[in-house]
């Protein structure tokens, strides 16, 4: 990781930088990949199978019977560590149901707002050299719990044809079935166009790498909604010299070993623990599994050295995180002061992994800036919300002068006259009556 000692602030900019996108030189080729998916449907799809998975499918729908072998594969002590996820990301997304207010603008003038699930979603859970299984929790309970109607869900399958058992056997816990063995863009084109086998749904959610978040933005302007543009994973941990060095760079290399784009910035403004820092993730890293990978992204990454927590803070902000850990003596204030974060991890015994599994919060977040104007998935994701409203004759009386007056002075003459007819109605009514 490079150090970078008191920069300006006028220098910030060229440090917020990630590593380049690579979707940023693949429009074309996505492109292609969608267009052949619209075009062609299931023959495109085991095209791209064999293409891009090196796989050869009889049948792109996971079977019943795969599903109930895959529940033989996963040990006790995982399938309990599962079942307390569950349980606390549900009590979490479950207290995001609420019923709002019906509120009466005016005498008579009654308005209100609904949440109404989404009806057909499409989940995609990435494969790659780290299925993860946890990213099927955090998409699929949400719908679930919003009230969605249709699930499908996509995920590339291994060279064998196998999808990855525990992949398969939360999505049954969880009652999804409606599952098929496709990965890339082009999964996100057979949930977006539908297929002879794969059902079109109304939004797409789920991270993945460059080519899949291009193609969840493409796929956007053919009138499917998406989560968000989630893309590779990063980390920024604000510390001082409160800091434990060993926790730093675990929570560090924690993020590096997703993947060799992702990123990760420690920011503090103590210069002791730079070098601590140092130290510890380079021992760490030699015991981890996923070294080369995490070696790579720590090629991304950045120590940055502050002048105090006013301008860590200021930094942490600027860069936006998908995760931001706060390691200082005032974690809780700090905190009180972010405000572009994907999610936010408070204190020593706080690592983002808790976020990541178990702690109930999502772990489906916005990446590359755009905390500063996405929110992390949350069952808002995965329903709409309708406004409704209902005038009494004394409702539309009270405020059918200042309707006709506004049409009129935007020239919208019908607009005033569905007033005015109304109004001269009432009038005639309460002569007669």
Known sequence: MEVYLYPKREDWLELLKRPQNSAEIAEASVIAILEAVRKSGDAALFDFGRKFDDVMLDDLRVSETEFERASEKVTPELRNAIQLAIDNITKFHKSQLIQEPVVETQPGVRCWRKSVPIEKVGLYIP???????????MLAIPAKIAGCSEIVLCTPPAKDGSVNPVILYVAKELGVTKMFKIGGAQAVAAMAYGTENVPRVDKIFGPGNSWVTLAKQLVSRDGVAIDMPAGPSELAVVADETANPEFVAVD???QAEHGVDSQVILVTDSEPLVKDVQVAVQRQLQELPRREIAEKALENSRIILLQDSDEMIDFANAYAPEH??????????????????????????????????????????PTYGYARN???????????????????????QAIGNAIECMAAAEGLDAHKNA???????????????
């Open 374 to 396: 996405y929110s992390g998935l949350s069952v808002d994701s995965f329903v709409k919300k309708i406004t409704f409203q209902s005038l009494s004759r004394n409702g539309l």
């Open 127 to 137: 494969g790659g050299t780290a299925p993860l299984f946890s990213t099927v929790l």
């Open 252 to 254: 560090l290399l924690s």
């Open 419 to 433: 007033v005015s007819i109304r109004l001269s109605s009432l009038e005639k009514e309460s002569v007669n009556a």
């Open 324 to 365: 931001l850990i706060i390691m200082t003596k005032d974690a809780d204030k700090l905190a009180e002061k972010v405000i572009n974060a994907g999610s936010v991890f408070i204190g020593a015994y706080t690592p983002e992994s808790a976020g990541d599994y178990a702690s109930g919060t999502n772990h489906t977040l």
